[in-house]
């Protein structure tokens, strides 16, 4: 059976099936921000909110932006340490590990500025070939390529994330050079999870959807965005992406680390 294949059902099973503990390790973390933020803004996520905001509301949501990266850290760091060593702990919130959270996200600004310098590479080639051939279709091309290339990466690289988790000692080159017997494999389910995803945001969009006016280089125009409940269902897809995307590092450093087979 294909590898990519074998991957992707793996990560599947083992959020789907273990949905019950997820959400007690993570979805009240999830909420905390996304709670944060409505209060903040009154729910009102429409681009005219988002084009006026007063000064109380960038310091806010700045602060937010701060909370979130660390409960994100954290939930993240529970996540990683249920799935490879069945820890759980069954309280509202997971067992606060600073050491193993700090880790976790100083991995995670490396991983971070890695694939911002690969962006920016990528960016100036794709700008000189969509110079050169003014071909909208090369734009498209390559800005598919750029969103599908900056996932791959981060899943080669990302296995110092559940190696922080577990207190394990791995660096971005180790993670790489491990993962590369599997590389062109990590693609089926980056593919696959990422139309999924695009596929129920789109139809989210169409249930839930309302169309507010926004100021466009001087003209009124209108715009399809989420009504609250849309936001929630929305919020909700974003926390089953997350999870799916941390379990698909986790399936990965289990098995090519730890020499876990895939069932």
């Not at 000064?55 to 340490?81: D, E, K, N």
Request: with cysteine; proline share 5%; aromatic share 10%.
């Amino acid at each position: 059976m294909d590898y990519g294949y074998q991957l992707l059902r793996h990560v599947v099973q083992q959020v789907f099936g273990n949905l019950r503990q997820a959400a007690q390790l993570t979805l009240p973390l999830f909420l905390l921000p996304l709670i944060g933020f409505v209060l903040l803004i009154g729910g009102d996520f429409t681009p005219r909110t988002v084009e006026n905001p007063g000064g109380g509301t960038i310091l806010g949501v700045l602060g937010l932006i701060v909370l979130s990266v660390v409960i994100y850290c954290w939930a993240a760091v529970a996540w990683h340490r249920y799935v490879l060593l069945e820890e759980f702990d069954g309280g509202l919130f997971p067992r606060w590990r600073g050491d193993r959270i700090a880790s976790y996200f100083g991995r995670a600004f490396k991983v971070g500025l890695v694939l911002i310098l690969a962006m920016i590479g990528a960016l100036i080639l794709m700008l000189i070939v969509v110079s050169a051939t003014q071909s909208p279709a090369v734009a498209i091309f390559f800005g598919i390529g750029l969103v599908f290339g900056v996932s791959w990466l981060a899943t080669r690289i990302g296995l110092v994330l559940p190696a922080a988790a577990l207190g394990e000692r791995m660096t971005i080159g180790e993670s790489w050079a491990v993962t590369r017997p599997v590389s062109s494999q990590i693609l089926l389910p980056l593919i696959v999870i990422a139309l999924v995803v695009g596929v129920i945001q789109q139809a989210i969009l169409v249930v839930f959807g309302q169309s507010v006016p926004v100021e466009t280089f001087g003209m009124m125009q209108e715009q399809r965005v989420p009504s609250v409940p849309g936001q929630i269902v929305n919020g909700l897809v974003s926390w089953l992406q997350l999870l799916v995307n941390l379990a698909l590092m986790t399936t990965l450093y289990g098995n090519l680390v730890e020499g876990r087979q895939l069932n």
